[in-house]
């Protein structure tokens, strides 16, 4: 019978095994590993720093969550490193010498199989036991004296929130108007520092997820079924956020902002988003207004195309419009973005939308209204005023 080659490698060319050029080859391919590794390193870098970090927990729900994932993370990195060794360690030592030789048979050696049953259990059951403390932590109910109820609607591609009066009260039906709610808002999740925000969320469509990482971890949205989260600040400033479940064309333009304020900031900012808009004074913010409640020669819709006038679909306090299919608009020029927290608050950008939300946002129920340049420049002007 033929040996194989790698035997007559062995027994007939075995020299050629450890010829200089062959040292030379392993030497070479052992430095584009090493740097092979050294790019992957540098390029993992790059994922610090970012605004949506949950590396970088900012409240102390996030903190429990980052404390439990490096824990977890020590146990992997540890078995992860004594596994590989041992596979490693077992390929040199018992590599194959003599191809007659069996290697010994461990099958029904009652020590060895105790031993990797036992020790994987206890890993896993220390990696469980926290694990399943943290949820129920997370899932206990902060008591209504240190905690701030919002309710939450996920919408494509938006979120809605509404903050009721009382810690306790029930969220409103979606989709209708209700006066039971202190302020209703979009895209910009305004808190107090150092008390916690519990969350009530749905969805009205499809499946969306609430993810402020720095804050909490993800919490799905879903239509007919009402989930629950909480978060909070230690400090002022501004938390970046996301839906991080995909819901369809403009789901990575679904985002979020969550504005940590001092508590007697956030108090000035409740009473001041409780008050009805302004009537403006101006010409061409009124002439806005007026488009804005009863479209185009006060007609309720835009004639050029029979769209409906802006009041159908979006609600503002003080006035006559109480559309709820889109964003509450009545203090929408205090926010920092807009459209799903993707543009940020300007003229400029409200100018392009107004002009054409498809070609900005593929996808919104909002259409083009054929707006005229006038007709644009005058929502503009209206919509500035409502801070």
Not at 232 to 250: V, W
Request: glycine share 8%.
């Amino acid at each position: 019978m033929t040996p194989p080659p790698r035997r007559s490698a062995r027994n007939g060319s075995e020299g050629a095994a450890h010829s200089p050029g062959t040292k030379k080859g392993r030497s070479l391919r052992a430095r584009l590993v090493l740097l092979g590794a050294a790019v992957l390193c540098l390029f993992l870098t790059a994922c610090m720093g970012g605004p949506q970090s949950s590396l970088q927990a900012s409240g102390s729900y996030a903190r429990s969550a980052d404390r439990l994932f490096e824990g977890v993370f020590i146990i992997v990195a540890i078995v992860f490193v004594l596994v590989e060794g041992a596979i490693v360690v077992f390929l040199i030592k018992y590599r194959e010498r003599d191809p007659n030789d069996l290697p010994v048979q461990v099958h029904g050696h009652t020590r060895a199989e105790v031993i990797w049953t036992v020790i994987p259990a206890v890993i896993l059951a220390g990696v469980a036991i926290p694990t399943v403390k943290m949820i129920f932590d997370f899932a206990r109910v902060p008591p209504k004296a240190d905690r701030v109820d919002v309710c939450i609607t996920g919408h494509q591609w938006w979120w809605e929130y509404q903050y009721v009066k009382d810690p306790g009260d029930a969220c409103p039906a979606q989709g209708l108007p209700s006066n039971d709610v202190a302020v209703t808002t979009a895209n910009e999740l305004v808190l107090p520092t150092h008390k916690s925000i519990y969350l009530t969320l749905n969805s009205i469509d499809v499946i969306h997820a609430f993810w402020v990482p720095q804050l909490n971890g993800k919490q799905d949205v879903v239509p007919g079924h009402t989930n629950h989260m909480t978060i909070e600040a230690d400090n002022p400033g501004t938390y970046y956020g996301q839906c991080s479940q995909y819901c369809g064309t403009s789901h990575a333009n679904m985002r979020l902002r969550a504005v940590a304020l001092t508590p007697d900031a956030y108090q000035s900012w409740l009473s001041q988003q409780a008050q009805p808009a302004v009537t403006p004074t101006a010409t061409d913010a009124q002439a806005g207004a007026d488009l804005f409640v009863n479209g185009r020669n006060n007609t309720g819709v835009f004639a050029s195309k029979g769209q409906p006038a802006c009041s159908n679909c979006h609600a503002i306090d003080g006035t006559t419009a109480a559309g709820q299919k889109g964003p509450n608009l009545t203090h929408v020029f205090t926010r920092q973005a807009f459209a799903g927290d993707t543009f940020d608050m300007n003229p400029e950008n409200l100018k392009l939308w107004l002009e054409d939300p498809p070609k900005m946002k593929p996808g919104v129920d909002m259409p083009n209204l054929g707006l005229t340049p006038q007709e644009v420049n005058d929502l503009v002007a209206y919509l500035e005023t409502l801070k």
